[in-house]
């Protein structure tokens, strides 16, 4: 793989991104390719669009992977907590809440 192979492919995901963007490539985004891997960096406005600029960066034929360094002006959403700590096999079953059935599957 030769730099001119890598700038080719830099332009090609290049246009792939200003497609996303509504036909411009955003000036607060950076991308770079070395060994048909592109890293993106910079800012964008919240989470959706970093990721969808990833899908788009690994788009065009011959780019094995895609690193995604972008930042959000707006913070990711608070991710949900998962299953308490004290449930399942860990659960103490006098401290289950009143009225609550167990049952035995």
């Known amino acids: 793989m030769t730099d001119n192979d890598d700038e ?5 995901v290049g246009t792939c991104i200003a497609e996303v963007c ?4 955003p000036d607060t985004v ?4 070395v060994d048909r891997r ?3 960096s ?17 788009t065009p034929p011959g ?5 995604n360094q972008l930042t959000t002006r707006v913070p990711p959403p608070v991710e949900p907590p998962g299953q308490p700590a004290a449930s399942g096999m860990r ?11 167990n049952h035995k599957v």
Do not use: N, Y
């Open 8 to 12: 080719m492919l830099r332009e090609r």
């Open 22 to 25: 509504g036909g411009d490539m």
């Open 30 to 33: 950076t991308v770079h390719v």
């Open 38 to 40: 592109v890293t993106l």
């Open 42 to 58: 910079g800012r964008v406005e919240d989470i959706d669009l970093s990721q969808r600029l990833e899908k788009a960066a690994a």
């Open 63 to 67: 780019i094995v992977g895609v690193s």
């Open 91 to 101: 659960a103490d079953p006098a401290e289950r809440p009143a009225g609550q059935i």
